[in-house]
């Protein structure tokens, strides 16, 4: 079975500019999470997805990230325009609807410079 | 307002011997989860073990055990026969049964010795 997939692993962006990063979480998973991570913390949850609808973004800035999963299976979260301290590591995860088990992806490293 | 706190920033353990990390929680819900997950450097979290708030005895998977003390709001997490693969970071999470958030706690780094 695969596993939650994450794309890009890597990205090095200058502040000010924008960037996305893609999810696609495990077949049949209704519930899709973005999380970010800065060095040295705990995840921080950023939106919760259920298919395609929004249950939690209350942790999101919505001044700068934004974040849809249209068809209710693929994610993207952006950040416009990116500052120093959105460098983090951002999880996305996935779960049944209503399952305490979340599976998560390998992560996206940013470096805002 | 919830909580988790882990208050081990870093543990050390020699290889085949038991850890305990420890974890202890703050909120005024019933229902609630307690978890704990693995993240190695690689990055990916990995779920370790799963404890309910009503479950009367504590969780086990293998060599990992969950002591949960509710009256004192904790679930600690113990390693036994700790191996090399076990060097990683460990972070104790609650969830509660409404809408499936999850609130991590800072991680415990643990590294074990040959």
């Known amino acids: 079975e695969a596993g939650v997939a994450q794309s890009p692993r890597y990205k090095i962006i200058e502040k000010r500019q924008s960037v996305a990063f893609w999810c696609n979480p495990i077949?049949?998973?209704?519930?899709l999470y973005w999380y970010q991570q800065i060095l040295g913390q705990g995840p921080k949850l950023l939106i919760q997805f259920q298919n395609n609808g929004v249950v939690d973004d209350s942790q999101l800035p919505k001044d700068r990230f934004s974040a849809e999963r249209l068809k209710g299976v693929d994610s993207t979260l952006k950040i416009q325009p990116a500052k120093l301290e959105d460098s983090a590591v951002y999880l996305c995860?996935?779960?049944?609807?209503?399952?305490?088990?979340?599976?998560f992806g390998p992560g996206t490293r940013l470096t805002v410079t | 307002a919830q909580k988790i706190t882990q208050t081990q920033p870093g543990m050390f353990v020699q290889e085949k011997e038991a850890v305990t990390l420890d974890c202890t929680y703050d909120t005024s819900d019933q229902s609630y989860g307690l978890f704990w997950y693995k993240q190695p450097s690689s990055g990916e979290m990995i779920f370790l073990i799963y404890?309910?708030?009503?479950?009367?005895q504590n969780a086990t998977e293998g060599r990992y055990s969950l002591n949960f003390q509710k009256a004192r709001k904790s679930a600690n997490l113990v390693i036994s026969a700790s191996q090399l693969g076990d060097s990683a970071m460990y972070f104790c999470?609650?969830?509660?049964?409404?809408?499936?958030?999850?609130?991590f706690g800072t991680g415990t780094s643990l590294t074990v010795i040959p």
């Open positions: 995860a996935s779960s049944f609807v209503n399952s305490y088990e979340q599976y």
């Open positions: 999470a609650m969830s509660f049964f409404t809408g499936n958030q999850f609130y």
């Open positions: 404890q309910g708030s009503y479950d009367e």
């Open positions: 077949s049949g998973h209704a519930t």
